[in-house]
């Protein structure tokens, strides 16, 4: 017998369907060919604590030699990343900021397997990325990492928790519907249940979408302006979640922001400019 409004949440008449098609959906979600068009000006500068140069001490989580990636236009080929190298210690929190257009989000893909670079390697949890098929890297994907999209691309005929029950089960979770339910409590929307995406503001659709990407507390969290559409007081509870679950889980976050305060959290920053790394400075910030 259902018992509250919020039991009724839990157990939607379609939750076995949403099972069966978890899978199908997560891949939708996460695939290439949904744009994430972003047009957000990153502009941060410097932060007066951060001193030059990083050196990464533990074995990287994620590590990327000379990724090249160009893509088609109707004006031609686009050198979109112009040859990247980096390594991110698992741990640390890396702000990735520079101008619009500069490939951070770009980059952030390549991270996630979600676009091959042209040239170049990409290892991430001692996988290598550019050798794995589309099944393997949907699986990597659901064990090891949270990504938030520039666009949300949360799935619109489902409701928020919905939404963030996707990759728990796909995971084959059997306590989804609950673990969704206290994320959402997390991001202060667990009034929001039962919303479908069109009945959420912006900033409430940026915090579906952030709880989908930290309800499996995966290894490696990227998050493209995880607070872009927030107001203060929310983007500061956004950012105490994520720093928080990386200092509990060891969590490594690559935030990609143009906010001064998030960016100030980060123990390293990495600046872009045209496709390459600009400057990699660490902060006196714990990782
Ligand atoms: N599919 C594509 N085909 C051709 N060019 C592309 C494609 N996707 C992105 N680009 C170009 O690659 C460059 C980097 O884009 P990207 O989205 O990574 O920038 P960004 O640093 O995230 O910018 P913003 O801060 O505006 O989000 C841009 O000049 C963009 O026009
Ligand atoms: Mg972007």
């Known amino acids: 017998m259902i018992s509250s409004a919020n039991e009724l949440a839990r157990r939607p008449p379609h939750a076995i369907l949403l099972k069966t098609r978890a899978k199908a959906l997560y891949r939708w979600v996460t695939s290439r060919a949904v744009s994430s068009s972003p047009v957000v000006c990153m502009t941060l500068a410097s ?12 074995a990287p989580l994620i590590r990327l030699d000379g990724v090249h990636l160009n893509l088609a236009s109707a004006a031609g080929i686009v050198n979109v990343l ?4 980096l390594a991110v210690s698992s741990g ?7 101008p619009s257009g500069a490939g951070k989000s770009t980059l952030m893909m390549v991270m996630a397997g979600l676009e091959r670079p042209t040239a170049g390697g990409v290892q991430v949890a001692g996988h290598d990325l550019v050798a794995m098929n589309e099944d393997a890297l949907a699986l990597f994907r659901r064990d090891r990492v949270g990504i ?5 691309r949360l799935v619109p005929t489902m409701t928020a928790l919905e939404n963030v029950a996707v990759p728990l089960e796909f995971a084959g979770r059997d306590d989804a519907f609950d673990r969704a339910e206290a994320a959402l409590g997390q991001v202060g929307l667990g009034h929001r249940l039962t919303h479908y995406p069109a009945q959420l503001s912006g900033g409430e659709q940026q915090r579906v979408a952030l709880a989908r990407a930290f309800v499996i507390e995966p290894a ?18 956004i950012i105490d979640l994520m720093f928080g679950l990386a200092e509990r889980r060891g969590t490594t ?23 390459r790394i600009a400057s990699d400075a660490v902060s006196g910030k714990k990782p």
């Open 47 to 58: 932060h007066a604590d951060i001193v030059p140069t990083a050196t990464a001490t533990a």
């Open 253 to 275: 976050l690559v935030l990609i922001t143009h906010d001064a305060e998030l960016a100030g959290r980060c123990s390293r920053i990495v600046r872009m400019a045209d496709g």
């Open 148 to 152: 938030v999209f520039q666009a949300f």
């Open 220 to 237: 490696l969290l990227l998050a493209d302006e995880p607070t872009g559409n927030l107001d203060g007081d929310t983007g500061h509870r």
């Open 82 to 85: 112009r040859g990247v190298d």
């Open 92 to 98: 640390e929190t890396l702000g990735l900021v520079g």
